[in-house]
């Protein structure tokens, strides 16, 4: 593709997203990012928040709280 200068292979997608958000809060200057709530990101800091929250505790759905992920 003409637009992309450089492509960054990656061992897995949580690798992929830890480092998109890296290169975008690098970018913009910016610190916080925008997740789907209750979506699988990866398995990072950046992403472990919210993945499955328990329906009591997520809060109202126009304006949820962030759950951290629970280990099984």
């Known amino acids: 593709m003409p637009s992309l200068e450089k492509v960054r292979f990656v061992s897995s997608g949580g690798e992929g997203t830890l480092l998109a958000i890296q290169l975008a809060k690098a970018y913009t200057g910016k610190h916080k990012v925008a997740k789907i709530e209750g ?14 929250p328990p329906l009591e505790l997520a809060g109202d759905a126009t304006s949820p709280r962030a759950y951290p992920m629970q280990g099984d």
Do not use: Q, W
């Open 39 to 52: 979506g699988y990101h990866g398995s990072h800091d950046y992403a472990n928040v919210s993945v499955h």
